[in-house]
């Protein structure tokens, strides 16, 4: 196993494309997208059975074992929170390499 970091960004599920788009464009080496994440957090209830949608999240997790891509995706998400809410979520952990 291989030491890397975990970043998860939690977001309305309709600005993930932008999203994805800022997260290629910093450099990550891929992620994974979970669509219909509920919850609560300081912006009330998010319902991922909505069948509007309108207050649907969904969570990014990337995997990224280099400290200045990491810094990179810090960098291009904080702007999109501070517009749109959201959390993200940075953790050490252990890379699984097949």
């Not at 977001?11 to 997208?33: C, S």
């Not at 810094?71 to 953790?91: F, H, K, M, Q, W």
Request: with cysteine.
């Amino acid at each position: 196993m291989k030491p890397c970091k975990r970043i998860e960004v939690v977001i309305e599920r309709a600005i993930a494309p932008r999203l994805a788009g800022l997260l290629l464009e910093a450099g990550a080496p891929g992620y994974t997208l979970i669509d219909h994440a509920s919850g609560r957090g300081d912006r009330g209830e998010r319902r991922g059975d909505e069948p509007a949608g309108t207050s649907t999240n969904c969570v990014f997790i990337v995997a990224c074992n280099e400290d200045e891509v990491v810094e990179r995706i810090i960098d291009a998400v904080r702007p999109t929170l501070s517009r749109y809410g959201g959390v993200c979520l940075v953790t050490e952990a252990l890379w699984l390499r097949h």
